[in-house]
């Protein structure tokens, strides 16, 4: 069996803000083609973890290598041409407020010298189609949007320059249970047809079983354990089995069928 390819490798990572440790001695490979679930409970710090990989917060410990680059120590232009190959989508969008969603999505195309004005606009239109927006959605603001619509947005503009990784902090957070299992769908479907790493961070048992082929569990200031859903069931650690086991946890596997039968569309 080939070994697949490892496109972000955490290794001792340590996060310290102030006297508090969040992260110490964490260490995690995600898989190119793969979608990965981070859960763990409140404090566990997946968001800064999530920012640790993408550079917005830097640890106090560790290496961070994304696609083969030394996250911490590249100079200035590797790290920028490193960028451009990967989307973040914070959530609710993270949109600017003053800008139009296709000027939203325009706005990582701008740093591409020489890209023709009508080319960037026709190519914003694409990535807007392909998140399931109408082509009239271009021209709103964040502000005439629901809350689904502002999320495929901020995917939109994730997917801007064709990344290969994109990350996804709480993407169906607030959504009521058709625009989530709806959001689910456009994820999956996505990560097949673009190719796409999908690094989700999320609190969804319905997600964790709709979308992700494994999951990695944050707990004691590490990944504790990583695997598919199954696996998940026999682990052995209190917060782990209450997760995977609670009523939540029954409700969503009872889904699990239907909805794993979705996750080629």
């Known amino acids: 069996m080939t070994e697949r390819e490892i496109v972000i490798r955490l290794r001792g990572i340590r996060n310290q803000f102030g006297t508090q440790v969040v992260h110490e001695d964490l260490d995690l490979d995600v898989h190119r083609g793969e979608i990965l679930g981070v859960v763990g409970g409140s404090g566990t710090g997946k968001s800064v973890l999530l920012r640790t990989i993408t550079g917005l917060q830097r640890p106090t410990a560790g290496s961070v290598e994304v696609l083969g680059t030394d996250v911490l120590n590249a100079d200035d232009d590797t790290r920028q041409a490193l960028e451009t190959r990967w989307g973040v989508m914070f959530q609710d969008g993270a949109l600017f407020s003053s800008l139009t969603v296709r000027e939203n999505v325009e706005t990582p195309m701008r740093a591409i010298d020489g890209l023709d004005p009508a080319i960037r606009n026709a190519l914003a239109d694409l990535k807007i189609s392909m998140v399931g927006l109408q082509y009239s959605a271009g021209d709103k603001y964040p502000s005439e949007l629901s809350g689904g619509m502002r999320k495929r947005a901020g995917l939109a503009r994730a997917l801007a320059l064709d990344p290969d990784i994109v990350f996804l902090d709480e993407p169906t957070a607030g959504l009521d249970p058709?625009?989530?299992?709806?959001?689910?769908?456009?994820?999956?479907?996505?990560?097949?047809?673009?190719?796409?790493?999908?690094?989700?961070?999320?609190?969804?048992?319905?997600?964790?079983?709709?979308?992700?082929?494994?999951?990695?569990?944050?707990?004691?200031?590490?990944?504790?354990?990583?695997?598919?859903?199954?696996?998940?069931?026999?682990?052995?650690?209190?917060?782990?089995?209450?997760?995977?086991?609670?009523?939540?946890?029954?409700?969503?596997?009872?889904?699990?069928?239907?909805?794993?039968?979705?996750?080629?569309?």
């Open 178 to 265: 058709i625009g989530a299992s709806a959001f689910d769908q456009l994820i999956r479907g996505l990560s097949h047809s673009l190719g796409l790493t999908v690094f989700l961070v999320t609190h969804d048992l319905d997600t964790l079983h709709a979308t992700c082929d494994r999951i990695a569990v944050l707990a004691e200031r590490k990944v504790l354990v990583t695997g598919t859903m199954t696996d998940m069931l026999d682990v052995d650690h209190p917060w782990v089995h209450e997760y995977f086991h609670g009523p939540r946890a029954r409700a969503a596997a009872s889904e699990g069928p239907a909805r794993s039968g979705q996750k080629g569309d």
